[in-house]
């Protein structure tokens, strides 16, 4: 297994508070993923070379792009075996439904090489 962080963006510079039904659908994305016991909390230095960045419409792009536009709201760190089983997380997140979108990035652990 290993360890990915889910970087959530947006670039609607207004940060509205969600509805009480978008933080219920929020709440139950990462409950679903605390369930499959797959949510990590902890902190490590991220990989330049292993990402994916998840948008609507089943958009995955290679790398770890920003645009210039976009802002950080957060992010959720999750273990699995494979970056396609963490993209498959990151596609059922809420956050694409408001046209936001979902960098996928490895975490390195201190033996390993970025």
Not at 5 to 13: G, K, Q, V
Not at 44 to 65: E, F, M, Q
């Amino acid at each position: 297994m290993r360890e990915f962080l889910l970087i959530f963006r947006n670039s609607d510079t207004s940060h509205p508070a969600p509805s009480p039904e978008q933080l219920q659908e929020r709440l139950n994305w990462m409950a679903g993923i605390a369930a499959q016991n797959k949510l990590v909390d902890k902190g490590n230095r991220l990989s330049g070379s292993i990402a994916k960045t998840v948008r609507p419409d089943d958009v995955v792009t290679d790398g770890p792009y920003t645009e210039i536009k976009e802002f950080i709201l957060g992010y959720v760190i999750v273990k699995t075996a494979t970056i396609e089983e963490a993209v498959d997380i990151a596609q059922k997140n809420p956050i694409l439904k408001m046209g936001g979108n979902i960098e996928v990035r490895a975490i390195l652990t201190p033996e390993e090489k970025g």
